[in-house]
C-alpha cells in the first residue's frame, strides 16, 4: 500500500508557494521599475523610471527638449550629423571677385551642450544604423523622431529599425514630428513635448514649456489677428541651395502642406504663394518670376543663405526684378543644420516672417532684443548665452536691423 509521506510533501509545497510568491514579488518589484508612455503612434512603451542612458534619432528637437528638462547629460549617442559637429561656415560669392563668409554657425543643442562634440554617431543622413555600436552604448532608452533627416522619406525602413532595435531588448519611444501629417498642426508639438515630459519624469517643466511657447504664439496672432484677406501678403518661403542649382533649379520651396505654410496661414495671416505640396520643392527661376512674392523668407537648405546672396550673387541675377528683392523685403530664418523637421526654436520662425511682412504692426519689437529674452525664457539660461545662442544661428543681423 502506498504510504503518503506527509512532512517531505508538506516541505515541497512550502518551497513550491515561497517560489511563486518571491516570482510574483519580483514581478512586482520589476514593474515597480517602469513607466507606460503612450508615444506618438499610440503604443504603450514600458520605459525604465531611472533612464541614465539615452539614443536620440532626431536633427535636435529631442535634444532641445532634453535641455529644458535639464536631462541633456544623459545622451550618450546621436543620430543626426549635425549634433555632433564643431561649427558650420558658410560663403557665398558676390558681383566681380568678392566674397562673403559667414562663421561660427552652430546646432543650438550643440551651443547649450559643447560635450555633444564627442558623442558617437550611430546612424546619419543616408547610412544606416550602427547596431553593434548601438548595443555597445546599453541605453536605457531610445528616441526616434519620425521625419528626421536619417529618416526622411522612407517609413519602412525607420519602421523595420525601429523592431530591429526593439529586439535588441532597448524600448523604443517613437515621436512625430509635424510634417510627418497629412495636415501639420502645432498642437503635435505640444504632444512630442508632453511625451518627453512623461519620459523623464519632468511633466510640469514639459507644461511650462508648452504654456510659454503658445504665449509667444498667441502675441504674434493678436498683432496680425485684423489683416484682411485683401490686405495678406504673399511669402515665398525659399532655399537658394546648390542642389537646387544643380539639378537645374534656382532654389528650393517649401509648399502648401508644410508646418511653415501652417504657421504662415495661422499665426502671421499671410498666404504662402507656392500652391504645390512638398517640403522641397525645386522651382526654376521662370516659376519663381512667376509667382512674383510680396515677401521671401530664406530657409535654411544645405547651408546658411543671408538676403545678401539673393541680392548679389550672380547666379541669382535673373530674380533682381521680383518686387520683394526690389524692396529688399527679404529676411533669413535662423540657422538650423539637418532643416528636415521644426524644432524648439520655431516660434522665431513666425515671429520673423511676421515682422517682415507686416513691419507696421511689428515697429516696436526690437527683433535683436525680442530674441535674447526668447531664448532666456525658452532654455532658462542668461544674457551672455542667450547672445551666443543668437550668433550661432547667425541672428546678429538682427543688431544692424535695428540701429
Known amino acids: 500500500?502506498?504510504?503518503?509521506?506527509?512532512?517531505?510533501?508538506?516541505?515541497?509545497?512550502?518551497?513550491?508557494?515561497?517560489?511563486?510568491?518571491?516570482?510574483?514579488?519580483?514581478?512586482?518589484?520589476?514593474?515597480?521599475?517602469?513607466?507606460?508612455?503612450?508615444?506618438?503612434?499610440?503604443?504603450?512603451?514600458?520605459?525604465?523610471?531611472?533612464?541614465?542612458?539615452?539614443?536620440?534619432?532626431?536633427?535636435?528637437?529631442?535634444?532641445?527638449?532634453?535641455?529644458?528638462?535639464?536631462?541633456?547629460?544623459?545622451?550618450?549617442?546621436?543620430?543626426?550629423?549635425?549634433?555632433?559637429?564643431?561649427?558650420?561656415?558658410?560663403?557665398?560669392?558676390?558681383?566681380?571677385?568678392?566674397?562673403?563668409?559667414?562663421?561660427?554657425?552652430?546646432?543650438?543643442?550643440?551651443?547649450?551642450?559643447?560635450?555633444?562634440?564627442?558623442?558617437?554617431?550611430?546612424?546619419?543622413?543616408?547610412?544606416?544604423?550602427?547596431?553593434?555600436?548601438?548595443?555597445?552604448?546599453?541605453?536605457?532608452?531610445?528616441?526616434?523622431?519620425?521625419?528626421?533627416?536619417?529618416?526622411s522619406g522612407s517609413k519602412h525602413v525607420m519602421e523595420k529599425s525601429i523592431s530591429l532595435i526593439e529586439s535588441l531588448g532597448f524600448p523604443v519611444v517613437v515621436l512625430h514630428g509635424p510634417d510627418t501629417y497629412d495636415d501639420p498642426d502645432i498642437l503635435t508639438i505640444f504632444q512630442e513635448i508632453k511625451i518627453l515630459g512623461k519620459v523623464f519624469d519632468k511633466i510640469k517643466t514639459a507644461d511650462n514649456l508648452i504654456n510659454f511657447l503658445k504665449k509667444t504664439l498667441e502675441f504674434i496672432k493678436i498683432r496680425t489677428k485684423n489683416i484682411q484677406e485683401s490686405e495678406k501678403q504673399k511669402i515665398l518661403l525659399l532655399g537658394l541651395s546648390q542642389t537646387a542649382r544643380s539639378d537645374g533649379?534656382?532654389?528650393?520651396?517649401?509648399?502648401?502642406?508644410?508646418?511653415?505654410?501652417?504657421?504662415?496661414?495661422?499665426?502671421?495671416?499671410?498666404?504662402?504663394?507656392?500652391?504645390?505640396?512638398?517640403?522641397?520643392?525645386?522651382?526654376?527661376?521662370?516659376?519663381?518670376?512667376?509667382?512674383?512674392?510680396?515677401?521671401?523668407?530664406?530657409?535654411?537648405?544645405?547651408?546658411?543663405?543671408?538676403?545678401?546672396?539673393?541680392?548679389?550673387?550672380?547666379?541669382?541675377?535673373?530674380?533682381k526684378y521680383l518686387r520683394a528683392v526690389t524692396n529688399h523685403n527679404v529676411a533669413s530664418l535662423p540657422f538650423s543644420p539637418c532643416n528636415c523637421e521644426k524644432r524648439l526654436e520655431f516660434p522665431i520662425d513666425v515671429m520673423i516672417m511676421a515682422k517682415t511682412a507686416y513691419p507696421l504692426l511689428f515697429k516696436d519689437i526690437d527683433l535683436a532684443s525680442w530674441l535674447l529674452n526668447f531664448y532666456k525664457n525658452l532654455y532658462g539660461i542668461d544674457s551672455a548665452t542667450a547672445k551666443g545662442l543668437r550668433s550661432c544661428q547667425w541672428m546678429d543681423w538682427t543688431l544692424d536691423q535695428e540701429k
Open 249 to 319: 533649379g534656382a532654389g528650393h520651396v517649401k509648399g502648401a502642406d508644410t508646418i511653415e505654410s501652417y504657421f504662415m496661414n495661422k499665426f502671421v495671416h499671410a498666404e504662402n504663394v507656392c500652391k504645390q505640396k512638398g517640403a522641397w520643392n525645386i522651382l526654376n527661376t521662370e516659376q519663381i518670376l512667376a509667382l512674383d512674392p510680396d515677401v521671401i523668407i530664406l530657409i535654411t537648405a544645405w547651408g546658411y543663405h543671408p538676403p545678401q546672396e539673393l541680392y548679389d550673387a550672380p547666379y541669382y541675377q535673373s530674380l
Open 1 to 151: 500500500m502506498f504510504k503518503l509521506n506527509t512532512p517531505c510533501l508538506l516541505f515541497k509545497l512550502y518551497v513550491v508557494v515561497v517560489m511563486i510568491f518571491g516570482f510574483s514579488e519580483k514581478v512586482l518589484c520589476l514593474e515597480k521599475d517602469f513607466t507606460k508612455i503612450k508615444d506618438s503612434r499610440g503604443i504603450i512603451v514600458k520605459v525604465p523610471k531611472k533612464i541614465n542612458r539615452v539614443v536620440t534619432i532626431s536633427d535636435g528637437m529631442v535634444e532641445q527638449v532634453m535641455t529644458r528638462l535639464g536631462v541633456a547629460e544623459k545622451i550618450v549617442g546621436a543620430g543626426s550629423e549635425c549634433i555632433p559637429k564643431k561649427q558650420w561656415n558658410s560663403t557665398y560669392p558676390a558681383l566681380g571677385k568678392k566674397k562673403y563668409t559667414y562663421k561660427g554657425g552652430m546646432h543650438t543643442a550643440t551651443y547649450l551642450n559643447p560635450w555633444f562634440i564627442d558623442i558617437p554617431l550611430i546612424t546619419r543622413y543616408g547610412a544606416g544604423i550602427n547596431y553593434e555600436m548601438l548595443t555597445a552604448l546599453e541605453p536605457d532608452i531610445v528616441i526616434i523622431r519620425a521625419g528626421s533627416c536619417s529618416f
